[in-house]
């Protein structure tokens, strides 16, 4: 798909320059605009908005902020990780947000099963429809949330 000169600007400032370390691309060789296409169908076949998954891992992330760098138990089945460092990340979206450089870890106790996301995934899900593409350190796929977390 053809995707406007504004993906495009982002898409190559995912790409270059600081922004290049974080990977959010991953492997993916589609254009931002079919990344963020596929991830809003398959949210919609989820009966799911970007939203309501950006809701469950906030939800995650502060209860894991109570014990910061100790697992917590969480809602009886889940074990939960907060890890923070200094600093911040930008959103490679240029909406001058800049996420706090934390990473929740949770596992669910009865499927043995980990997700790991960022605070910067939680706003660029909410804010963005992105979940990075495939391949990418924190790629968030829709349907592992929904098996695990709803
Ligand atoms: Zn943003």
């Known amino acids: 798909m053809k995707q406007s000169p504004e993906l495009r600007a982002i898409q190559e400032n995912m790409q270059t320059g600081s922004l290049a370390a974080y990977g959010f691309l991953g492997m993916d060789t589609r254009s931002l605009a079919d990344i963020l296409r596929d991830d809003d169908e398959r949210v919609a076949s989820l ?14 992330y502060e209860a894991g902020q109570e ?15 907060v890890e923070e460092h200094k600093g911040g990340i930008p959103c490679p979206f240029r909406d001058n947000f800049t ?19 960022s605070a910067l995934n939680i706003h660029m ?5 992105f979940y990075e593409g495939r391949g990418a350190k924190f790629r968030v796929e829709p349907e592992a949330v929904a098996e695990l977390l709803f």
């Open 67 to 81: 014990k910061l760098g100790r697992a917590e138990k969480v809602d009886t089945q889940y074990d939960v990780l």
């Open 99 to 117: 996420a706090a450089k934390a990473v929740i870890t949770v596992t669910d106790r009865r499927s043995g099963r980990t997700l790991v996301w």
């Open 47 to 60: 009966v799911l908005t970007h939203g309501a998954i950006a809701d469950r891992l906030q939800y995650f």
């Open 125 to 129: 899900i909410r804010a963005h429809g």
